[in-house]
Every structure is written in C-alpha cells, then in structure tokens.
DNA sequence: CCCTTACTCAAGCATCTGCTTTATCAAGCG
DNA sequence: CGCTTGATAAAGCAGATGCTTGAGTAAGGG
C-alpha cells in the first residue's frame, strides 16, 4: 500500500496553489464547475498547458474531473483547502499562546519591579 | 519602485510552505526563535541549505532575521501566514454561498413538484 | 595576533516545473 | 464511414529549485 503521508499531502496542495495560474484556477471553479476548454481560454494558454495545471490540482485532491460527453467538467473539492487551513491555524496558536506568556511574564516584571 | 504585487506575495508564501522542512521550520519558530546551526542540527543538514531555506522564508515574509552576537536568530512574521489563510478563506466562502444557492433552488424545485 | 564559531556568498549539479509541439484517443455529427 | 471537437500522452527545452562544496566575512576567545 503506497498510502499518502500528511507531509505529502499538504506538500501537494501547497504546491499546488504556489502557481497565479493554478489559484485563479481555483477561484474560478469556487464559482462553479468549468472544462478544460473554458480555462484555456480564459488564461489564453494551450488545452495541454490547462490539462497539465488540472493534473497538478487533482494530485493535491484539490479539483476532481468529471465526465460529460467529450468534456472533462473540472470542481472544486474544498475538503483540501481546510488541510491547509488548518495546518497554518496550527501555527498561529502556538505563535499566539507563546506572545500570552510573554505578555504574562512581562506584566509580573514590571509588577516586581514596581514594589 | 518595484513594488510586490498581491499575487507575487501569493506565490511566494506558498511556495515557501511547499516545502516540508520550511514547513517544519515554521512549526518550530511559532515556538520561538532559533538560530541557523540549531536548525541545521534539528535536520541533519548544512547550514547553507538552512541558509537558503530561511532566504526562501524571509523572501515570502514569513520570517525574518536579527542579529545577536555571531548568531542570526530567525523568528516568525505571522502577518504573512494572515495572507494566505485570508486568500483560502475567500475561495472557501464563494463556494460555500454557491453550495447554499444550490439547494435552496434543489428545495424549491422539489416543493414545486409536491404540489 | 591567530583561531574558532556562526553564518553568508558563489558556483556547480541533478532534478523538477511550466510550457511547447507532435501525436493519439474518445465522443458526437453528417 | 470520415471529420470535427475536447481532451490527454509523450517528448523536449529553458528556467527554477534543493542541495553540495569551496571560499569568504563578522564577532569573540585565548
């Protein structure tokens, strides 16, 4: 079983929306779903260059492809976007819970300092 | 002047938090500042690829580096991990209004054939 | 003063990215 | 059936990335 790690995973969906490309990509399919055809000529770029940036979101589970006649409909799949949410959220309370015990230290210095 | 623009500042946080080591990095630093040869230690690295790594991190904005006697204690920016949870959070909410729109239509159509 | 410590700069190198071009495939149309 | 449309596959290429080695610099210590 090659299972995914969490590493991979948010190594994926980071890489993934480190591209302008990829992230308007996202926020246009927030919007609603779109085909590969759409997209191209949207950002005037090839089919291929488009299918290739859908590759790289569907690696990170952030897009999934459907099937409609000869389209690929192209959606968003949020579950991804909160792994990264959350792992930045992580970090920001322990940061935040570290800058309340040095606040609390200084206060009891300075009420120290003042008897 | 060569002034950043919002996606430039996009491109350059998530690029930065692609990368696991960077990611633990920030992991670490939420808990405190570190210097170059402790990092280098806790990753069984040289210091010149901690080195580069804090450039990528110090570019994005996520951390910066002050002095103190030969060391160069990094610490986290948290301001910029705001941008890009910010940038999420707004494809997360087009989303969920969409979602919202839909089945209030889904409801409406199946109270019309009820009747 | 030399020597060590902590770190940065610069060049080199293997690998990865983003895009292109060419070729191929699957679905529908006349 | 052939032809068009929407999309993927494969190969190639310029540029970026992650790490290395070698050289250099700033701050202390003996």
Redesign the pocket.
Known sequence: MASITEDQRLDAVF?AL??P?RRDIVARLSAGEA????LAERYE?????V??????LERSGLVS?GRH?????CRLEPAALAVAVSWIEQSRRTWAARMDRLETRLADLQQGAGR
Do not use: L
Not at 35 to 38: C, H, L, P, Q, S
Not at 45 to 49: C, L
Not at 51 to 56: D, E, F, K
């Open positions: 890489t480190s591209d490309t085909t590969v055809k759409e770029m090839s089919m291929q260059a299918s290739q940036h859908i590759g790289v492809r006649r000869q389209t690929r409909p």
